[in-house]
Protein backbone atom coordinates (compact mmCIF):
# COMPACT_ATOMS: atom_id res chain seq x y z
CA UNK A 1 0.00 0.00 0.00
CA UNK A 2 2.52 2.50 0.95
CA UNK A 3 4.82 1.38 -2.06
CA UNK A 4 1.63 2.14 -4.42
CA UNK A 5 1.62 5.73 -3.00
CA UNK A 6 4.90 6.05 -3.52
CA UNK A 7 5.30 5.02 -6.67
CA UNK A 8 2.30 7.36 -7.40
CA UNK A 9 3.92 10.27 -6.26
CA UNK A 10 7.21 9.30 -7.82
CA UNK A 11 4.91 9.18 -11.18
CA UNK A 12 3.18 12.44 -10.25
CA UNK A 13 6.89 14.11 -9.99
CA UNK A 14 8.07 12.70 -13.35
CA UNK A 15 5.06 14.02 -14.97
CA UNK A 16 5.04 17.20 -13.10
CA UNK A 17 9.32 17.48 -14.34
CA UNK A 18 8.18 16.39 -17.70
CA UNK A 19 5.35 19.48 -18.16
CA UNK A 20 7.86 21.86 -16.64
CA UNK A 21 11.00 20.69 -19.29
CA UNK A 22 8.49 21.20 -22.15
CA UNK A 23 5.76 23.84 -20.42
CA UNK A 24 6.94 25.97 -23.19
CA UNK A 25 6.24 23.43 -26.36
CA UNK A 26 3.07 22.59 -24.46
CA UNK A 27 1.56 26.16 -24.18
CA UNK A 28 2.33 26.91 -27.84
CA UNK A 29 0.64 23.38 -29.29
CA UNK A 30 -2.29 24.76 -27.64
CA UNK A 31 -2.10 27.73 -29.47
CA UNK A 32 -1.29 26.68 -32.73
CA UNK A 33 -4.20 23.87 -31.92
CA UNK A 34 -6.79 26.82 -30.89
CA UNK A 35 -5.57 28.59 -34.29
CA UNK A 36 -6.56 25.54 -36.22
CA UNK A 37 -9.66 24.87 -34.63
CA UNK A 38 -10.55 28.23 -35.49
CA UNK A 39 -9.61 28.31 -39.40
CA UNK A 40 -8.78 24.56 -40.77
CA UNK A 41 -7.30 26.15 -44.01
CA UNK A 42 -4.15 27.06 -41.62
CA UNK A 43 -2.95 23.49 -42.60
CA UNK A 44 -2.29 24.14 -46.55
CA UNK A 45 0.85 23.53 -48.22
CA UNK A 46 0.92 27.50 -49.43
CA UNK A 47 0.91 28.24 -45.91
CA UNK A 48 3.78 25.86 -44.79
CA UNK A 49 5.86 27.29 -47.58
CA UNK A 50 5.32 30.93 -46.38
CA UNK A 51 6.10 30.32 -42.69
CA UNK A 52 9.40 28.15 -43.96
CA UNK A 53 10.15 31.40 -46.53
CA UNK A 54 9.71 33.77 -43.52
CA UNK A 55 11.20 31.77 -41.14
CA UNK A 56 14.35 31.07 -43.16
CA UNK A 57 15.71 34.94 -42.86
CA UNK A 58 14.47 34.62 -38.83
CA UNK A 59 16.72 31.55 -38.47
CA UNK A 60 20.17 32.86 -39.42
CA UNK A 61 19.48 36.21 -37.31
CA UNK A 62 18.79 34.00 -34.48
CA UNK A 63 22.00 31.76 -35.03
CA UNK A 64 23.98 34.82 -34.81
CA UNK A 65 21.85 35.63 -32.15
CA UNK A 66 22.24 32.60 -29.95
CA UNK A 67 26.27 32.00 -30.47
CA UNK A 68 26.05 35.82 -28.39
CA UNK A 69 23.47 34.42 -25.89
CA UNK A 70 25.62 31.11 -25.34
CA UNK A 71 28.59 33.35 -24.23
CA UNK A 72 26.52 34.80 -21.75
CA UNK A 73 26.09 37.88 -23.59
CA UNK A 74 22.78 39.46 -25.77
CA UNK A 75 22.90 41.53 -29.33
CA UNK A 76 19.92 44.39 -29.17
CA UNK A 77 21.80 45.78 -32.73
CA UNK A 78 20.87 43.04 -34.90
CA UNK A 79 17.68 44.59 -36.13
CA UNK A 80 19.17 47.22 -37.00
CA UNK A 81 21.88 45.73 -38.57
CA UNK A 82 19.51 44.22 -40.60
CA UNK A 83 17.93 47.46 -41.87
CA UNK A 84 21.47 49.05 -42.79
CA UNK A 85 22.80 45.86 -44.39
CA UNK A 86 18.99 45.90 -46.06
CA UNK A 87 19.53 49.60 -46.71
CA UNK A 88 23.62 48.97 -47.94
CA UNK A 89 22.72 45.85 -50.71
CA UNK A 90 19.38 47.16 -51.86
CA UNK A 91 20.92 50.64 -52.74
CA UNK A 92 23.70 48.90 -55.19
CA UNK A 93 21.35 46.45 -56.75
CA UNK A 94 18.48 48.88 -58.05
CA UNK A 95 17.58 47.71 -61.36
CA UNK A 96 18.97 50.13 -64.01
CA UNK A 97 16.08 50.62 -65.76
CA UNK A 98 14.68 51.92 -62.59
CA UNK A 99 14.10 55.85 -62.54
CA UNK A 100 14.75 56.73 -59.06
CA UNK A 101 18.16 55.23 -57.86
CA UNK A 102 20.12 55.59 -55.26
CA UNK A 103 23.27 56.15 -57.26
CA UNK A 104 21.96 56.74 -61.19
CA UNK A 105 25.24 56.57 -62.23
CA UNK A 106 25.87 52.95 -61.15
CA UNK A 107 26.45 50.10 -63.57
CA UNK A 108 24.75 46.73 -63.09
CA UNK A 109 26.61 44.59 -60.35
CA UNK A 110 27.24 40.80 -59.64
CA UNK A 111 25.04 39.94 -56.91
CA UNK A 112 27.80 38.61 -55.03
CA UNK A 113 29.63 41.89 -54.75
CA UNK A 114 27.23 44.03 -52.71
CA UNK A 115 25.95 41.11 -50.50
CA UNK A 116 29.61 40.45 -49.80
CA UNK A 117 30.41 44.16 -48.83
CA UNK A 118 26.88 43.65 -46.52
CA UNK A 119 28.26 40.69 -44.82
CA UNK A 120 31.64 42.40 -44.37
CA UNK A 121 29.68 45.69 -42.90
CA UNK A 122 28.03 43.31 -40.22
CA UNK A 123 31.32 41.70 -39.07
CA UNK A 124 33.10 45.06 -38.57
CA UNK A 125 29.95 46.15 -36.72
CA UNK A 126 29.75 42.86 -35.01
CA UNK A 127 33.69 43.14 -33.79
CA UNK A 128 33.03 46.74 -32.47
CA UNK A 129 30.19 45.22 -29.94
CA UNK A 130 32.85 42.51 -29.29
CA UNK A 131 35.56 45.01 -28.54
CA UNK A 132 32.99 46.86 -26.36
CA UNK A 133 32.28 43.96 -24.19
CA UNK A 134 35.20 41.71 -24.40
CA UNK A 135 37.95 44.43 -24.83
CA UNK A 136 36.32 47.69 -22.41
CA UNK A 137 34.09 44.98 -20.53
CA UNK A 138 31.03 47.18 -21.30
CA UNK A 139 27.78 44.54 -20.18
CA UNK A 140 26.44 43.13 -23.48
CA UNK A 141 22.85 44.75 -23.34
CA UNK A 142 24.54 48.18 -23.00
CA UNK A 143 27.46 47.81 -25.64
CA UNK A 144 24.41 46.60 -27.85
CA UNK A 145 21.38 48.45 -26.73
CA UNK A 146 24.00 52.12 -27.81
CA UNK A 147 25.27 50.09 -30.65
CA UNK A 148 21.51 49.89 -32.38
CA UNK A 149 20.70 53.06 -31.60
CA UNK A 150 23.90 54.32 -33.77
CA UNK A 151 23.30 51.79 -36.38
CA UNK A 152 19.58 53.19 -36.60
CA UNK A 153 21.47 56.98 -37.14
CA UNK A 154 23.75 55.69 -39.57
CA UNK A 155 21.14 53.75 -41.40
CA UNK A 156 18.69 56.96 -41.76
CA UNK A 157 21.61 59.18 -42.88
CA UNK A 158 22.81 56.63 -45.54
CA UNK A 159 18.73 56.13 -46.24
CA UNK A 160 17.76 59.41 -45.83
CA UNK A 161 19.39 62.09 -48.31
CA UNK A 162 18.99 63.58 -51.70
CA UNK A 163 17.74 63.03 -54.36
CA UNK A 164 15.29 61.21 -53.37
CA UNK A 165 14.95 61.74 -49.38
CA UNK A 166 13.70 58.98 -47.12
CA UNK A 167 11.79 57.19 -49.87
CA UNK A 168 11.79 52.81 -49.87
CA UNK A 169 14.47 51.83 -51.90
CA UNK A 170 12.73 49.77 -54.20
CA UNK A 171 12.88 49.02 -57.86
CA UNK A 172 15.11 46.14 -57.14
CA UNK A 173 16.83 44.17 -59.75
CA UNK A 174 15.05 41.14 -60.57
CA UNK A 175 18.55 39.05 -60.03
CA UNK A 176 18.25 40.32 -56.74
CA UNK A 177 15.10 40.07 -55.71
CA UNK A 178 14.30 36.47 -57.48
CA UNK A 179 17.86 35.28 -55.18
CA UNK A 180 15.69 35.45 -52.20
CA UNK A 181 12.06 35.21 -54.05
CA UNK A 182 12.61 32.34 -56.15
CA UNK A 183 11.92 28.95 -55.91
CA UNK A 184 13.13 25.11 -56.75
CA UNK A 185 11.25 23.28 -58.51
CA UNK A 186 7.30 24.14 -59.20
CA UNK A 187 4.34 23.63 -58.08
CA UNK A 188 3.56 21.62 -54.80
CA UNK A 189 6.63 21.01 -54.45
CA UNK A 190 8.30 24.33 -55.16
CA UNK A 191 11.30 24.85 -52.53
CA UNK A 192 12.19 28.35 -52.41
CA UNK A 193 15.63 29.23 -52.49
CA UNK A 194 15.60 31.12 -48.90
CA UNK A 195 14.96 27.08 -47.23
CA UNK A 196 18.22 26.89 -49.03
CA UNK A 197 19.90 29.71 -47.48
CA UNK A 198 18.92 29.11 -44.33
CA UNK A 199 19.94 25.35 -44.29
CA UNK A 200 23.26 26.27 -45.83
CA UNK A 201 24.18 28.51 -43.01
CA UNK A 202 22.51 26.16 -40.18
CA UNK A 203 24.77 23.53 -41.54
CA UNK A 204 27.89 25.50 -41.26
CA UNK A 205 26.57 27.01 -37.99
CA UNK A 206 26.41 23.78 -36.86
CA UNK A 207 29.46 22.62 -37.64
CA UNK A 208 31.39 26.11 -35.78
CA UNK A 209 29.22 25.18 -32.59
CA UNK A 210 30.13 21.63 -32.49
CA UNK A 211 33.59 20.94 -34.28
CA UNK A 212 35.81 23.54 -34.02
CA UNK A 213 37.43 24.74 -31.10
CA UNK A 214 35.86 28.16 -31.19
CA UNK A 215 32.73 26.70 -31.12
CA UNK A 216 33.87 24.83 -28.04
CA UNK A 217 35.42 27.75 -26.53
CA UNK A 218 32.42 29.26 -27.09
CA UNK A 219 30.16 27.07 -24.59
CA UNK A 220 33.16 27.23 -22.13
CA UNK A 221 32.81 30.27 -22.24
CA UNK A 222 29.25 31.33 -21.52
CA UNK A 223 29.25 27.80 -19.63
CA UNK A 224 31.65 29.69 -16.79
CA UNK A 225 33.88 32.25 -18.10
CA UNK A 226 36.69 31.75 -14.89
CA UNK A 227 36.75 27.80 -16.05
CA UNK A 228 37.76 28.51 -19.14
CA UNK A 229 40.34 30.84 -18.84
CA UNK A 230 42.03 28.28 -16.70
CA UNK A 231 41.58 26.28 -18.90
CA UNK A 232 43.39 28.45 -21.31
CA UNK A 233 40.85 29.33 -23.41
CA UNK A 234 41.55 33.00 -25.04
CA UNK A 235 38.05 34.89 -23.80
CA UNK A 236 38.59 37.93 -25.54
CA UNK A 237 39.15 36.73 -28.86
CA UNK A 238 36.74 33.88 -28.70
CA UNK A 239 34.05 36.99 -27.99
CA UNK A 240 35.14 39.11 -30.78
CA UNK A 241 35.07 36.21 -33.11
CA UNK A 242 31.30 35.54 -31.91
CA UNK A 243 30.00 38.38 -31.96
CA UNK A 244 31.50 39.21 -35.53
CA UNK A 245 29.77 36.18 -36.77
CA UNK A 246 26.85 37.48 -35.74
CA UNK A 247 27.32 40.32 -37.07
CA UNK A 248 28.40 38.92 -40.42
CA UNK A 249 24.63 36.50 -40.31
CA UNK A 250 22.76 39.84 -39.75
CA UNK A 251 24.59 41.17 -42.71
CA UNK A 252 23.51 38.21 -45.03
CA UNK A 253 20.06 37.97 -43.50
CA UNK A 254 19.35 41.78 -44.35
CA UNK A 255 20.74 41.36 -48.02
CA UNK A 256 18.21 38.70 -48.23
CA UNK A 257 15.50 40.37 -46.28
CA UNK A 258 15.61 43.20 -49.00
CA UNK A 259 15.35 41.05 -51.32
CA UNK A 260 12.76 39.32 -50.47
CA UNK A 261 10.42 42.13 -49.53
CA UNK A 262 11.70 43.91 -52.72
CA UNK A 263 12.77 47.27 -51.19
CA UNK A 264 14.43 48.32 -47.78
CA UNK A 265 13.99 51.66 -45.28
CA UNK A 266 15.58 52.67 -42.13
CA UNK A 267 13.19 51.08 -40.00
CA UNK A 268 13.28 47.53 -41.91
CA UNK A 269 14.47 45.01 -39.60
CA UNK A 270 13.31 47.02 -36.72
CA UNK A 271 12.78 44.73 -33.29
CA UNK A 272 13.93 41.76 -35.55
CA UNK A 273 16.39 40.89 -32.59
CA UNK A 274 13.42 40.59 -30.33
CA UNK A 275 11.78 37.64 -31.99
CA UNK A 276 15.48 35.94 -32.44
CA UNK A 277 16.20 36.01 -28.87
CA UNK A 278 12.77 34.91 -28.10
CA UNK A 279 12.94 31.77 -30.62
CA UNK A 280 16.58 31.61 -29.65
CA UNK A 281 15.03 31.26 -25.69
CA UNK A 282 11.72 28.95 -26.86
CA UNK A 283 14.57 26.89 -28.68
CA UNK A 284 16.45 25.92 -25.44
CA UNK A 285 19.06 28.69 -25.57
CA UNK A 286 19.78 29.37 -22.10
CA UNK A 287 20.02 33.42 -21.39
CA UNK A 288 22.36 32.54 -18.45
CA UNK A 289 24.32 31.16 -21.18
CA UNK A 290 26.73 27.72 -22.24
CA UNK A 291 23.61 25.91 -23.59
CA UNK A 292 22.03 26.14 -27.03
CA UNK A 293 21.72 24.03 -30.08
CA UNK A 294 21.35 24.81 -33.70
CA UNK A 295 18.63 22.58 -34.41
CA UNK A 296 17.12 24.04 -31.08
CA UNK A 297 17.37 26.96 -32.46
CA UNK A 298 15.47 26.28 -35.48
CA UNK A 299 12.84 25.03 -33.94
CA UNK A 300 12.59 28.09 -31.90
CA UNK A 301 12.25 30.03 -35.20
CA UNK A 302 9.95 27.97 -36.61
CA UNK A 303 7.12 27.43 -33.75
CA UNK A 304 7.70 31.43 -32.99
CA UNK A 305 6.74 31.72 -36.97
CA UNK A 306 3.80 29.41 -36.92
CA UNK A 307 2.30 31.22 -34.13
CA UNK A 308 2.88 34.67 -35.95
CA UNK A 309 1.76 33.32 -39.02
CA UNK A 310 -1.34 31.90 -37.49
CA UNK A 311 -2.85 34.73 -35.42
CA UNK A 312 -2.18 36.92 -38.50
CA UNK A 313 -4.09 34.49 -40.33
CA UNK A 314 -7.22 33.80 -37.71
CA UNK A 315 -7.24 37.99 -37.54
CA UNK A 316 -6.20 38.31 -34.40
CA UNK A 317 -5.71 42.32 -34.15
CA UNK A 318 -1.86 42.86 -34.42
CA UNK A 319 -1.73 45.15 -31.21
CA UNK A 320 -3.03 41.93 -29.28
CA UNK A 321 -0.78 39.94 -31.09
CA UNK A 322 2.32 41.70 -29.97
CA UNK A 323 0.74 41.10 -26.33
CA UNK A 324 0.59 37.41 -26.72
CA UNK A 325 4.54 37.61 -28.47
CA UNK A 326 5.55 39.47 -25.12
CA UNK A 327 3.88 37.16 -23.00
CA UNK A 328 5.69 34.22 -24.56
CA UNK A 329 9.57 35.68 -23.96
CA UNK A 330 8.87 36.67 -20.74
CA UNK A 331 6.90 33.27 -20.11
CA UNK A 332 10.05 31.09 -21.66
CA UNK A 333 12.32 32.71 -19.79
CA UNK A 334 10.52 32.45 -16.57
CA UNK A 335 10.87 28.15 -17.19
CA UNK A 336 14.57 28.29 -18.37
CA UNK A 337 15.41 30.04 -15.12
CA UNK A 338 13.16 27.72 -13.11
CA UNK A 339 14.87 24.77 -14.86
CA UNK A 340 18.03 26.16 -13.82
CA UNK A 341 17.55 26.95 -10.23
CA UNK A 342 15.98 23.34 -9.65
CA UNK A 343 18.99 21.81 -10.79
CA UNK A 344 20.76 23.75 -8.27
CA UNK B 1 67.24 23.52 -12.97
CA UNK B 2 64.81 24.88 -11.68
CA UNK B 3 61.00 25.13 -13.34
CA UNK B 4 59.70 28.27 -11.51
CA UNK B 5 61.62 30.89 -11.28
CA UNK B 6 59.81 34.14 -9.82
CA UNK B 7 61.90 37.09 -8.91
CA UNK B 8 60.96 40.38 -6.66
CA UNK B 9 57.18 39.54 -7.74
CA UNK B 10 55.25 42.25 -6.74
CA UNK B 11 51.26 43.17 -6.89
CA UNK B 12 49.94 46.49 -5.45
CA UNK B 13 45.96 46.72 -5.38
CA UNK B 14 45.52 50.55 -4.26
CA UNK B 15 47.97 51.22 -1.83
CA UNK B 16 47.74 47.72 -0.21
CA UNK B 17 50.93 45.54 -1.43
CA UNK B 18 49.54 41.97 -1.97
CA UNK B 19 52.69 40.53 -3.06
CA UNK B 20 55.92 42.43 -2.21
CA UNK B 21 58.98 41.22 -3.84
CA UNK B 22 58.62 37.76 -3.32
CA UNK B 23 61.25 35.53 -4.59
CA UNK B 24 60.70 31.55 -5.33
CA UNK B 25 61.45 29.04 -7.13
CA UNK B 26 60.35 25.53 -7.66
CA UNK B 27 62.27 22.52 -8.93
CA UNK B 28 61.77 20.26 -11.76
CA UNK B 29 59.98 17.47 -9.76
CA UNK B 30 59.20 19.17 -6.41
CA UNK B 31 56.60 18.73 -4.79
CA UNK B 32 56.21 22.17 -2.71
CA UNK B 33 53.64 24.64 -1.00
CA UNK B 34 53.01 28.36 -0.03
CA UNK B 35 51.86 28.75 3.26
CA UNK B 36 50.51 31.59 5.45
CA UNK B 37 47.96 33.47 7.12
CA UNK B 38 44.56 34.13 5.43
CA UNK B 39 45.23 37.29 3.12
CA UNK B 40 49.06 36.61 2.91
CA UNK B 41 48.98 36.70 -0.75
CA UNK B 42 49.00 32.75 -1.52
CA UNK B 43 46.16 33.09 -3.89
CA UNK B 44 47.41 36.80 -5.36
CA UNK B 45 50.92 34.85 -5.83
CA UNK B 46 49.28 32.06 -7.89
CA UNK B 47 47.50 34.70 -10.02
CA UNK B 48 50.64 36.42 -11.07
CA UNK B 49 52.28 33.02 -12.00
CA UNK B 50 48.95 31.90 -14.11
CA UNK B 51 49.11 34.96 -15.95
CA UNK B 52 45.17 36.52 -14.29
CA UNK B 53 47.04 39.17 -12.47
CA UNK B 54 49.84 41.24 -14.36
CA UNK B 55 52.56 42.01 -11.97
CA UNK B 56 53.51 45.32 -11.34
CA UNK B 57 57.40 44.39 -10.78
CA UNK B 58 59.24 41.23 -10.76
CA UNK B 59 59.99 39.12 -13.46
CA UNK B 60 58.77 34.89 -13.92
CA UNK B 61 60.53 32.57 -16.01
CA UNK B 62 59.35 29.47 -16.65
CA UNK B 63 60.79 26.51 -18.16
CA UNK B 64 63.80 28.92 -19.20
CA UNK B 65 61.41 31.09 -20.77
CA UNK B 66 60.10 34.57 -19.36
CA UNK B 67 56.56 34.49 -18.85
CA UNK B 68 56.19 37.96 -17.31
CA UNK B 69 52.93 39.47 -17.82
CA UNK B 70 51.47 37.04 -20.22
CA UNK B 71 47.67 36.18 -20.22
CA UNK B 72 46.09 32.69 -19.15
CA UNK B 73 45.60 31.61 -22.30
CA UNK B 74 49.36 31.70 -23.79
CA UNK B 75 50.38 30.62 -20.22
CA UNK B 76 48.21 27.68 -20.06
CA UNK B 77 49.84 25.59 -23.25
CA UNK B 78 53.16 26.22 -22.59
CA UNK B 79 52.64 23.77 -19.37
CA UNK B 80 50.92 25.81 -15.96
CA UNK B 81 47.68 24.24 -15.63
CA UNK B 82 45.69 25.46 -11.44
CA UNK B 83 42.88 24.42 -9.78
CA UNK B 84 40.63 26.65 -7.62
CA UNK B 85 39.87 27.03 -3.47
CA UNK B 86 36.35 27.53 -5.27
CA UNK B 87 35.42 24.77 -7.98
CA UNK B 88 35.64 26.29 -10.89
CA UNK B 89 33.61 23.77 -13.68
CA UNK B 90 31.35 24.05 -16.83
CA UNK B 91 28.63 22.64 -14.43
CA UNK B 92 26.41 22.23 -17.55
CA UNK B 93 29.13 19.99 -19.31
CA UNK B 94 29.09 16.41 -18.94
CA UNK B 95 32.74 15.29 -16.66
CA UNK B 96 34.19 13.92 -20.32
CA UNK B 97 33.53 17.27 -22.09
CA UNK B 98 34.92 19.43 -19.20
CA UNK B 99 38.04 17.11 -19.57
CA UNK B 100 38.02 18.06 -23.26
CA UNK B 101 37.98 21.61 -22.59
CA UNK B 102 41.46 21.85 -21.36
CA UNK B 103 42.76 19.60 -23.91
CA UNK B 104 41.82 21.94 -26.73
CA UNK B 105 43.96 24.21 -26.50
CA UNK B 106 46.48 21.85 -28.08
CA UNK B 107 44.52 20.75 -31.09
CA UNK B 108 45.41 21.81 -34.17
CA UNK B 109 42.63 21.68 -36.39
CA UNK B 110 40.76 24.80 -37.17
CA UNK B 111 37.41 26.15 -38.75
CA UNK B 112 38.15 24.23 -42.26
CA UNK B 113 39.50 21.14 -40.49
CA UNK B 114 36.05 21.03 -38.69
CA UNK B 115 34.06 21.80 -41.43
CA UNK B 116 35.65 19.05 -43.95
CA UNK B 117 35.65 16.51 -41.26
CA UNK B 118 39.65 16.13 -42.20
CA UNK B 119 41.26 12.85 -40.92
CA UNK B 120 43.38 15.31 -39.12
CA UNK B 121 40.72 16.37 -36.96
CA UNK B 122 38.99 13.06 -36.31
CA UNK B 123 42.29 11.64 -35.60
CA UNK B 124 42.28 14.45 -32.90
CA UNK B 125 39.12 14.47 -31.46
CA UNK B 126 39.75 10.66 -31.29
CA UNK B 127 43.08 11.58 -29.43
CA UNK B 128 41.72 13.86 -27.42
CA UNK B 129 38.72 11.08 -26.27
CA UNK B 130 41.03 8.86 -25.08
CA UNK B 131 43.50 10.73 -23.33
CA UNK B 132 40.18 12.78 -21.10
CA UNK B 133 38.93 8.87 -20.85
CA UNK B 134 42.07 7.83 -19.03
CA UNK B 135 42.43 10.87 -17.73
CA UNK B 136 39.32 10.13 -15.54
CA UNK B 137 40.44 6.83 -15.04
CA UNK B 138 43.76 8.45 -13.19
CA UNK B 139 41.67 10.44 -11.09
CA UNK B 140 38.97 7.40 -10.33
CA UNK B 141 36.08 9.19 -12.15
CA UNK B 142 35.61 6.82 -15.21
CA UNK B 143 32.46 5.54 -14.50
CA UNK B 144 30.79 9.19 -14.33
CA UNK B 145 32.31 9.95 -17.75
CA UNK B 146 28.96 10.55 -19.32
CA UNK B 147 27.32 12.79 -16.31
CA UNK B 148 27.10 16.26 -15.83
CA UNK B 149 29.53 18.24 -13.67
CA UNK B 150 26.95 19.80 -11.30
CA UNK B 151 25.46 16.03 -10.64
CA UNK B 152 29.29 14.60 -8.93
CA UNK B 153 29.70 14.68 -4.95
CA UNK B 154 31.96 17.38 -3.80
CA UNK B 155 34.79 15.28 -3.43
CA UNK B 156 35.03 13.78 -7.23
CA UNK B 157 34.15 17.62 -8.49
CA UNK B 158 37.49 18.33 -7.12
CA UNK B 159 39.34 15.31 -8.84
CA UNK B 160 37.50 16.48 -11.71
CA UNK B 161 38.91 20.02 -11.60
CA UNK B 162 42.21 18.33 -11.49
CA UNK B 163 41.85 15.60 -14.50
CA UNK B 164 40.53 18.88 -16.36
CA UNK B 165 43.88 20.89 -15.12
CA UNK B 166 45.88 17.41 -16.18
CA UNK B 167 43.94 17.79 -19.71
CA UNK B 168 46.11 20.94 -20.66
CA UNK B 169 49.15 18.60 -20.39
CA UNK B 170 50.77 20.88 -17.31
CA UNK B 171 54.77 20.34 -16.21
CA UNK B 172 53.79 22.30 -13.29
CA UNK B 173 50.45 22.22 -11.37
CA UNK B 174 49.44 24.60 -9.23
CA UNK B 175 46.90 23.96 -6.62
CA UNK B 176 45.03 25.87 -4.23
CA UNK B 177 43.97 24.34 -1.30
CA UNK B 178 43.10 21.52 -2.53
CA UNK B 179 41.81 19.42 0.31
CA UNK B 180 39.43 22.01 1.10
CA UNK B 181 35.97 20.41 2.66
CA UNK B 182 37.14 17.23 2.24
CA UNK B 183 36.89 14.69 4.78
CA UNK B 184 39.94 12.72 6.20
CA UNK B 185 39.89 9.63 3.70
CA UNK B 186 39.43 11.99 0.87
CA UNK B 187 42.21 13.99 1.76
CA UNK B 188 44.53 10.92 2.13
CA UNK B 189 43.23 9.83 -1.26
CA UNK B 190 43.92 13.44 -2.69
CA UNK B 191 47.57 13.17 -1.35
CA UNK B 192 48.18 10.14 -2.54
CA UNK B 193 47.24 11.41 -5.61
CA UNK B 194 49.64 14.45 -5.61
CA UNK B 195 52.69 11.82 -4.98
CA UNK B 196 51.69 9.99 -8.17
CA UNK B 197 51.40 12.85 -10.23
CA UNK B 198 54.80 13.72 -9.46
CA UNK B 199 56.05 10.20 -9.57
CA UNK B 200 54.15 8.31 -12.55
CA UNK B 201 53.93 11.81 -14.52
CA UNK B 202 56.84 13.39 -13.57
CA UNK B 203 55.06 16.80 -12.63
CA UNK B 204 55.96 19.39 -10.37
CA UNK B 205 53.34 20.40 -8.08
CA UNK B 206 52.86 23.68 -6.06
CA UNK B 207 50.64 24.25 -3.77
CA UNK B 208 48.59 26.54 -1.28
CA UNK B 209 47.55 24.82 1.77
CA UNK B 210 45.64 25.23 5.02
CA UNK B 211 46.29 21.92 7.06
CA UNK B 212 49.47 21.92 8.50
CA UNK B 213 49.85 18.24 8.88
CA UNK B 214 49.26 17.99 5.26
CA UNK B 215 51.97 20.41 3.81
CA UNK B 216 54.21 19.40 6.85
CA UNK B 217 53.73 15.43 5.12
CA UNK B 218 53.62 16.11 1.79
CA UNK B 219 55.98 18.58 0.31
CA UNK B 220 59.72 18.82 -0.35
CA UNK B 221 60.02 22.58 0.11
CA UNK B 222 57.94 25.18 1.61
CA UNK B 223 57.96 29.26 1.57
CA UNK B 224 56.18 31.42 4.14
CA UNK B 225 54.47 34.34 3.19
CA UNK B 226 52.88 36.73 5.93
CA UNK B 227 51.39 40.29 4.80
CA UNK B 228 52.52 40.07 1.22
CA UNK B 229 56.53 38.85 1.67
CA UNK B 230 58.48 35.36 2.16
CA UNK B 231 59.64 35.21 5.76
CA UNK B 232 60.86 32.13 5.31
CA UNK B 233 61.30 29.30 2.80
CA UNK B 234 62.50 25.86 3.51
CA UNK B 235 62.43 21.74 3.73
CA UNK B 236 59.85 21.47 6.33
CA UNK B 237 61.75 20.65 9.22
CA UNK B 238 63.47 23.91 9.17
CA UNK B 239 60.03 25.64 8.49
CA UNK B 240 58.49 23.94 11.44
CA UNK B 241 61.44 25.25 13.27
CA UNK B 242 61.96 28.66 12.10
CA UNK B 243 60.88 31.24 14.81
CA UNK B 244 59.47 34.20 12.40
CA UNK B 245 56.87 31.35 10.90
CA UNK B 246 55.30 30.25 14.22
CA UNK B 247 55.09 33.60 15.42
CA UNK B 248 53.58 35.04 12.13
CA UNK B 249 51.49 31.43 11.40
CA UNK B 250 51.21 29.07 13.97
CA UNK B 251 51.10 32.18 16.92
CA UNK B 252 52.90 32.84 19.95
CA UNK B 253 51.65 30.07 21.64
CA UNK B 254 53.43 27.32 19.39
CA UNK B 255 56.71 28.68 20.11
CA UNK B 256 57.28 27.82 23.44
Sequence with gaps: ?344 | MPLLVAEKMTKRFGGLVAVNEVDFSIEKGEIASIIGPNGAGKTTFFNLITGVYKPDGGTLTFDGRDITGRAPDQIVPIGIARTFQNIRLFQNLTVLENVLVGMHVHLRTGLFGGMLWSPRHKREELAAKQKAVELLDYVGLKHTANDLAKNLAYGAQRRLELARALGCEPKLLLLDEPKAGMNPKETAEIMELIRRLRDERAITVLLIEHDMKMVMQISDRIAVLDYGTKIAQGTPDEVRRNPAVIEAYLGRGAAS
Aim: proline share 4%; no cysteine.
Design chain 1, 1 to 344: MAANTNAAKWDRKRIGTFLMNNAIYLILLALLVAIVIISPDFVSMTNFRNILSQASTRVIIALGISGVLITQGTDLSAGRMVGLTAVISSSMLQAVEYPYRMYPALAKMPLWVPILIVIAVGAIIGLLNGTAVAVFKVPPFIATLGMMIIVYGLTSIYFDRPPYGAQPIGGLDPDFTNFAQGFFFSGKAALPYLVIYAAIVSLLMWVVWNKTRLGKNMYAVGGNPEAAVVSGVNVVKTLLVIYMIAGALYGFAGSLEAARIGSATNNTGNMYELDAIAAAVVGGVSTSGGIGTVPGVITGVLIFQVINYGLNFIGVNPYVQYIVKGLIIVVAVAIDIRKYLKKK
